[in-house]
């Protein structure tokens, strides 16, 4: 595997599931980023780690948990969604938090 | 508040001609600005950059314009291509606060 996987690709869930979203980079990068992407809407950031700390958090709902394991690894915990949270979330990574981000493909998320 | 804007949801340019992507942005702050590139199912990809203390970037194909004063960057693309067609992101970020600030894209359509 190269560069930035996402998993699953695509998520349906009703709005009482719990699920997670997977994200994980192979290109030896110190930080990582949860966006959230809405129909007409720019991207928006929701999470940045660097070093695996979290030292990011837009205003996001306590109902999208992230956990930063380590330095390649990042999750995004989903739980007791509403269907304006139906959107695709990219995950992102970094050489330190300035450089140029390399995305991952996205997971689609549908809340029902 | 849209910080970075991108006027211009779509642009068709027949192959071969010059594609000029717009950008405006109101934070005079920001200092380093950057363009994605997103094909339908994929992640954006990142395609070139440009500093504040310069106001032209050349890669290839792709030159990016930076003017402060007007606070507008511009990409062009020259000669397009079939392959160009995606949708088109402008980014910034600023000292102190590295997060990007993404538009909402211009989708590209290159006319054979």
């Known amino acids: 595997e190269t560069g930035v996987t996402q998993t699953p690709r695509h998520l349906v869930m009703g709005m009482t599931n719990k699920k997670s979203l997977k994200c994980e980079q192979h290109?030896?990068?110190?930080?990582m980023y949860w966006y959230k992407q809405s129909a007409k809407k720019p991207l928006e950031l929701m999470f940045v780690y660097s070093l695996e700390e979290r030292v990011e958090n837009n205003s996001v709902p306590s109902r999208f948990s992230p956990e930063c394991p380590n330095s390649s690894h990042l999750f995004l915990h989903l739980h007791t969604l509403q269907p304006e949270d139906s959107a695709l979330y990219l995950c992102?990574?970094?050489?330190?938090?300035?450089?140029?981000?390399?995305f991952g493909p996205g997971t689609r998320l549908t809340v029902l | 508040d849209q910080q970075v804007k991108q006027n211009s949801p779509s642009l068709s340019v027949q192959e071969g001609r010059i594609s000029i992507l717009n950008c405006d942005y109101t934070?005079?702050?920001?200092?380093?600005f950057l363009w994605y590139k997103k094909y339908p199912a994929e992640g954006p990809t990142f395609l070139i950059s440009?500093?504040?203390?310069?106001d032209k970037n050349e890669d290839g194909r792709f030159t990016v314009f930076l003017n402060k004063s007007a606070k507008h960057l511009s990409l062009h693309i020259v000669p397009s291509q079939p392959g160009d067609s995606a949708v088109y992101f402008c980014?910034?970020?600023?000292?102190?606060?590295?997060?990007?600030?993404f538009g909402t894209g211009t989708r590209l359509t290159i006319i054979p």
């Open positions: 440009i500093s504040s203390i310069k």
């Open positions: 980014a910034a970020s600023n000292v102190g606060n590295e997060k990007l600030t």
């Open positions: 290109l030896g990068h110190n930080a």
């Open positions: 934070n005079s702050m920001f200092d380093y």
């Open positions: 992102a990574s970094s050489q330190d938090r300035r450089n140029e981000q390399f």
